[in-house]
T-cell receptor
């Protein structure tokens, strides 16, 4: 049973468009992290959210943790080709559990 | 920046061969992990270690074994590789604190023919 489901699984958009990626679970997590992974590399941590309802911004990226700490979203404003990659959420319980991933491609 | 290194980056071998994937970190982290990842998919934890001489199996059953004789070194061994072992293997370490942060190596892409 997959504890963390991400949607959409694939997303291909034009440069300048906005998008939102979702990470959903029926389980409560003490914190949740978002990673970006480029082909041939390991994931790189983008942000950690801890408090229910918390919103964090990282330049054009906005991360939100659900009030009940079961879900999270990542919103990208004015996407650029450099945003292309695999986005993974990871929830912390006794150890980190990774989501199913969203593969984003931003076309120039 | 994280200093965690994996070698080799790519490995193509025949069925039945014994292989060892190397992972080293220079940050003095106690916790280290091995994840298996198929292309564009989620990461599955196969082994972890909370310190020297401590190793545990992860959530995904794996025929590989690991050892942790030194803090900085966490190699993964397959005694007899099979095509089903073809995958990307990612090593990570984490820093202690209120919120754990994982630092990943660049991975080893293993292909077993």
């Amino acid at each position: 049973t997959q504890l963390l489901e991400q949607s959409p699984q694939f997303l291909s958009i034009q440069e300048g468009e906005n998008l939102t990626v979702y990470c959903n679970s029926s389980s409560v997590f003490s914190s949740l992290q978002w990673y970006r992974q480029e082909p041939g590399e390991g994931p790189v941590l983008l942000v950690t959210v801890v408090t229910g309802g918390e919103v964090k911004k990282l330049k054009r990226l906005t991360f939100q943790f659900g009030d009940a700490r079961k879900d999270s979203s990542l919103h990208i404003t004015a996407a650029q080709p450099g945003d292309t990659g695999l986005y993974l959420c990871a929830g912390a319980r006794y150890k980190y559990i990774f989501g199913t991933g969203t593969r984003l491609k931003v076309l120039a | 920046e994280a200093d965690i290194y994996q070698t080799p980056r790519y490995l193509v071998i025949g069925t039945g061969k014994k292989i060892t994937l190397e992972c080293s970190q220079t940050m003095g982290h106690d916790k280290m992990y091995w994840y298996q990842q198929d292309p564009g998919m989620e990461l599955h934890l196969i082994h972890y270690s909370y310190g020297v001489n401590s190793t545990e199996k992860g959530d995904l059953s794996s025929e590989s074994t690991v050892s942790r004789i030194r803090t900085e070194h966490f190699p993964l061994t397959l005694e007899s590789a099979r095509p089903s072992h073809t995958s990307q293997y990612l090593c990570a370490s984490s820093v202690e604190g209120i919120i754990e942060k994982l630092f990943f190596g660049s991975g080893t892409q293993l292909s077993v023919l």
